[in-house]
Each structure stands twice: as structure tokens, then as C-alpha cells.
């Protein structure tokens, strides 16, 4: 796994260097060259307040969302959640699908929970399940989507019903058409964790190391996804960002890979997704939010450090068309 995440922070950069320079040079550099001082003037103080105020607004809630992950992964044991899954594979599937709400583990702290106690004996469609799920359905993205979306509590309610009804379909299709185990490697069960052998100080020391790895890692997501964002809300002209997000499937198309690209944290991308909301259909912003928590670029890495390649396409593209589907379906 340490190799394929290396491979993404050595990489990261340059994409989002060539994402920003394609951006500013051809959407950007003749737009400002053809504008006078005043306008350029003006256009520079709306980008500012827009980068802005999304990560002031998105900041708190990254920093909540890292520190309760931190907590729950130093001191709930893992055989905790294996004993919650009922052995029923639509229970089984639900109860997965849900136990965000009891353990609410960022997205980039789930997979290698996940992996672990799959190697104890969860079975494989339940932390597929888990995985899809845990990032959007719990108490601090919840709280975070609510904000973001002042007085659109239907955004709030869809974005949660959608991860529950893709991760449960999903986690299903896994169960009764994955015949072979899709890991690349099944490993022994551990009898115990470095974790469980730590005195309380150390416990403490591993909550603020993990939540500083946590923030250092996912701060330069939010403040690149800020960075774009604000970008494209300012320099693009309004009638192009509707001709796109009013579209029937365009949105949807450009929502799905705007998420995956910016791998924001599921605690911050809902205030992204709300600066597009009088440009974007209420169904694309919808995309946005249940696709990328579940698969986006540095995900996809952690997955096939996890499961075999030709699982894992087929997992991002199965995820992808359920979760359009259900957006369409939700906001039609």
C-alpha cells in the first residue's frame, strides 16, 4: 500500500500543476488579457473572497472530522464493528452501509480499517459496503452538508439516502457476482494491534500524530479544491457554466470527474459543491457529493494496494453509473 500512495504524493502535484496551467491558459490568460484594470481589479476580488470563505467555512469541520477519525481509530477496537455485521448478506449489507453513524472514519482512514478486518473474516461485499459508505454517512459530514447547504435540507436528505442505496446495491452485486476473492493477497488475522498494547499517553501522542498526518494531508486537497474552484466560478463565464451543469448528462459527466480529480475530504466537498449550486442541476451537485467520498484518485491507489486491478475498475465504473442513476432518480 505505501508504494502505490507514494506513487500519488510524488504525482499529485504535477496533476494539479497541468489541471491549473490547462485551466489558466486556456480559460483564464485571455480572459484577463482582453479585460481592463478595473475589471481584472474586480475579477481578482471575487476570486479572493470566494477561495476564501470556502476554507473558512470548510476548515472547522475538516479539523472535527479529523480529530473524531483519529479518536475512533486509536480506541474502538476493530472487533467491535466485525461483531455488529450480521452474517445475512442483506443485513448485512445494511448494517455496513450504516455503521458510519457508530464509527464515522474518514475515507482515507477506512480503507486500511477495512482491509484489516476483512483479514479477520468480514466478508468481502460488507467492507466494500462499509468503504462506500463510512465517509458520507456519519454525524460530522452530516453536520458539515447541512451547513454548507443552508435551508437545502432535500441536498442533505439525498446525498445520505444515495450513499445508503448505491453502497447497498453495490455491496449485493459484489456478493452475488464476485465468486473469487478480488484481494490480491489474503492475509493472516492479527490476534491484536499495536494500539491495543499502548498506555493511554501513547494513545494520546497516536491521536495527535495521526490527526496532524490527517490535516497535512488533507489541507492541501481543500485548499486546492478552494483554488479551483474559485477559479472556474470566476473566470468562466456564467452562461458556459450553465450550458454545462443544466445539461442532462454533461453535469453529471463533469461533476463525476471534477470529484474524483480534486479527492477532497467528504468533511469539506460539500461547501465546494455549493458554490455551484445556481449553475449546477441539484442532481449533478448531487454526483459530486456521493462519488467522490467514494472513489476519487487517491482512493483508487489505496484500493489497488488492497484488491486486484480489474476488481477495482470495475468497482469505479459499477459506482459511478448507480450513483448518476440514483442522482437522476432522486432529483427527477
Partial sequence: ??????????????????????????????????????????????????????????????????????????????????????????????????????????????????????????????????????????????????????????????????????????????????????????????????????HRGSKIHQIMSHSIDEFFDMGKYLILGALITALIQTYIPRAELIAIGQGEYTSHLFMLGFAYILSLCSTSDAFVASSFMSTFSTGSLLTFLVFGPMVDFKGTLMLLSVFRAKFVLLLIGVVAGVVVAGAMLFTS
Fill in 1 to 198: 500500500m505505501k508504494s502505490g500512495i507514494e506513487l500519488y504524493k510524488r504525482n499529485i502535484s504535477f496533476l494539479f500543476a497541468g489541471l491549473l496551467c490547462l485551466l489558466f491558459l486556456g480559460g483564464i490568460l485571455p480572459k484577463l488579457l482582453a479585460a481592463d484594470s478595473s475589471e481584472l481589479l474586480s475579477k481578482m476580488n471575487v476570486f479572493k473572497s470566494m477561495f476564501i470563505s470556502i476554507l473558512l467555512e470548510a476548515l472547522p469541520f475538516l479539523l472535527l472530522g479529523i480529530l473524531v477519525s483519529s479518536i475512533m481509530q486509536v480506541f474502538i477496537p476493530e472487533a467491535w464493528i466485525q461483531r455488529l455485521i450480521p452474517k445475512q448478506p442483506v443485513l448485512g449489507v445494511l448494517v455496513a452501509s450504516l455503521l458510519g453513524f457508530i464509527f464515522p472514519v474518514c475515507e482515507c482512514g477506512l480503507i486500511p480499517v477495512v482491509r484489516r478486518l476483512m483479514a479477520k473474516g468480514m466478508p468481502v461485499y460488507a467492507g466494500i459496503t462499509f468503504i462506500l459508505a463510512g465517509p458520507i454517512v456519519n454525524l460530522v459530514v452530516i453536520s458539515a452538508t447541512i451547513t454548507a447547504f443552508r435551508g437545502r435540507t432535500d441536498i442533505v436528505y439525498s446525498r445520505v439516502g444515495l450513499a445508503i442505496l448505491v453502497s447497498c446495491i453495490v455491496g449485493l452485486l459484489v456478493y452475488y457476482m464476485v465468486k473469487k476473492d478480488p484481494r490480491k493477497q489474503i492475509e493472516a488475522a492479527q490476534t491484536s494491534s499495536h494500539a491495543g498494547h499502548s
